[in-house]
């Protein structure tokens, strides 16, 4: 299902999110927000991500797929 890496960058994130079925619904600036079962998952679209906000965006993500 979702292949995580130690270190991913925004594109990585963004790959593994629209390949398990999150859409795409806003992009402002450098930040892109994907939308599944209601839950909102903001990605950076930065070279690396810091391992604060990866874990962050791992816990919204486990969240949609309870639903």
Do not use: F
């Not at 593994?16 to 859409?23: H, V």
Request: with cysteine; aromatic share 6%; glycine share 6%.
């Amino acid at each position: 299902m979702y292949n995580w890496k130690k270190v991913m960058s925004g594109n990585d994130v963004s790959k593994l999110l629209i390949n398990n079925g999150w859409e795409l619904i806003r992009q402002k600036g450098s930040h892109r927000q994907y939308k599944k079962n209601n839950i909102v998952c903001t990605v950076p679209m930065h070279p690396d991500i810091k391992t604060g906000t990866l874990s962050a965006i791992k816990r919204t993500i486990e969240l949609a797929e309870k639903l």
